[in-house]
C-alpha cells in the first residue's frame, strides 16, 4: 500500500457498537494517517451529520437499534454515496449490498482492512 498526499485529510467513519473494536481501529487508522471519527451507534452517526464529510465508512452490521444495513440504505436514501466497508461476526448478512467494498469478518486482517479503505477511496474519487 502506498502513502498519498490525500491520506491526512481523509476522513473514515467508524461505527461500531462495541467500544473496544472503536478504539482499535481508531488506533490503526490513526497510524495509517487517516482523519477517524467514531460512533457507537448509526442514529449517533446521522445525528452528528457525520455523512456530510466522511469518504469511508467502517461499520458493523449487527447493533442496536438501526442496523449497519439500515444505515446503508438509509445514507443512499438519503443521497449519500459512501463507499462502505462492513466489518461483522456475520459477513454473509452483506453480501448483496450496493456500494459495499468488502463485507470482513471479525476479527479481521489488518492488511485486508488496509486495502479495502485505499479501494473505498479510489472509488469514491
Do not use: W
Not at 33 to 49: K, P
Not at 83 to 97: D, E, K, R, S, V
Amino acid at each position: 500500500m502506498h502513502d498519498t498526499p490525500m491520506r491526512n485529510t481523509t476522513t473514515i467513519a467508524v461505527v461500531d457498537d462495541d467500544e473496544s473494536v472503536r478504539t482499535a481501529l481508531k488506533s490503526l487508522l490513526r497510524s495509517s494517517g487517516y482523519h477517524v471519527r467514531t460512533y457507537c451507534s448509526a442514529m449517533d452517526f446521522l445525528d452528528a451529520n457525520a455523512p456530510a464529510d466522511t469518504h469511508c465508512l467502517i461499520s458493523d452490521i449487527q447493533m442496536p437499534g438501526m442496523s449497519g444495513l439500515e444505515l446503508h440504505e438509509q445514507l443512499g436514501a438519503m443521497g449519500f454515496q459512501i463507499p462502505t466497508i462492513f466489518i461483522t461476526a456475520y459477513p454473509h448478512l452483506g453480501a448483496n449490498t450496493p456500494r459495499l467494498v468488502a463485507c470482513l469478518p471479525k476479527p479481521c486482517e489488518t492488511d485486508r482492512l488496509l486495502n479495502c479503505i485505499e479501494a473505498a477511496l479510489r472509488q469514491r474519487h
